[in-house]
């Protein structure tokens, strides 16, 4: 603008407060300064001196709009039904979960009754199974097999259904945990005591030895013994101790003096001492027997803790039965 001749100075603009008591801000605009007595400006003239006084913001008012206008109690009536829905849902969704425990609670029990029956049926046989544990004719290995799977698999059974009991049958849970438990360990035991009786019972059989030996077969009878031994030894490492631990003790003290009845029965077949050899084999036949008793003999005493084991479990299976 100076370019062009024109000097223009602008306004000076102050806010100080009103003098009025309602103590608002009021815009004053005073007249510029004059202008310098060597200005040139064509415009300077046109300067008039103004003085401004005004409430810029006295004529604003708040203005209020109709909650009605703004549809307030649209909304507030759509919270209200969503409210009221979810509130509707939460009661379904909480009865239809008390229905569906409930109607799992009684097909639980209903297992329950179902797998008690079955163990019911299967103890009897299972006793026989017991008591045939130390029958010198030995059980009948199919049969007690299926036996003891068939009580194995009812009481798996009723001991995951027990599982899915509530507080409301804590009684009965009880009660199917404690006759599961005692079955399954009662068949778990009969298992290894079914297994120890066939290992040893391959172990206590005499080696293949000619009835009437003489000092020329010293070295068909020698490597006979000693392959006998080996295999004794061979089948005694693989049979498990904890089912009859006193009886397998007895087996490792005759296995360690077996080399005192090899020398013996070999210096017999040395010397064509007949009578000396037939002592010898008869010797080693009175150990295997004894052996094959005392194994029996502590069967028959494990099988009565078992039998009486499975007594209480029938107990309870009764009580669980209503009988």
Avoid: C
Wanted: net charge negative.
């Amino acid at each position: 603008m100076e370019v062009l001749g024109f000097y223009d100075e602008p306004y000076v603009v102050r806010v100080a407060p009103q003098r009025r008591p309602i103590g608002r801000p009021v815009v004053t605009a005073e007249a510029p300064r004059a202008p310098s007595a060597d200005a040139t400006s064509r415009v300077a003239g046109l300067w008039e001196t103004t003085q401004i006084e005004e409430n810029a913001l006295e004529w604003w008012r708040p203005q209020v709009i109709s909650r009605r206008r703004l549809g307030g109690r649209r909304v507030r009536l759509s919270s209200l039904v969503m409210t009221v829905a979810a509130i509707v849902m939460v009661v379904v969704g909480v009865s239809r979960a008390t229905s569906d425990r409930a109607e799992q609670a009684q097909r639980t029990r209903e297992v329950i009754t179902v797998e008690a029956a079955s163990l019911r049926e299967v103890v009897p046989r299972l006793s026989d199974v017991i008591r045939s544990l130390d029958d010198p004719a030995g059980p009948d290995l199919a049969t007690s097999t299926e036996v003891v799977l068939s009580a194995e698999s009812a009481a798996r059974t009723l001991f995951s259904a027990a599982g899915g009991l509530g507080e409301d049958d804590a009684d009965v849970r009880a009660a199917s945990i404690s006759v599961a438990s005692d079955v399954l360990e009662v068949t778990s035991t009969v298992n290894r005591l079914l297994a120890y009786r066939l290992a040893v019972e391959g172990v206590l059989q005499p080696p293949p030895l000619p009835d009437t030996p003489t000092s020329q077969d010293l070295a068909a009878v020698t490597e006979a013994v000693t392959g006998w031994r080996v295999e004794v030894e061979l089948a005694l490492e693989e049979i498990a101790s904890s089912a009859l631990p006193g009886h397998h003790e007895h087996l490792q003290g005759w296995v360690a003096g077996l080399d005192r009845w090899q020398a013996a029965y070999l210096d017999s077949v040395r010397q064509d001492d007949a009578d000396a050899v037939g002592a010898a084999r008869a010797d080693l036949e009175s150990q295997l027997a004894s052996l094959g008793d005392d194994m029996r003999s502590e069967l028959g005493v494990a099988g009565g803790e078992l039998l009486s084991q499975l007594g209480d479990a029938t107990a309870v299976i009764d009580r669980l039965l209503g009988d």
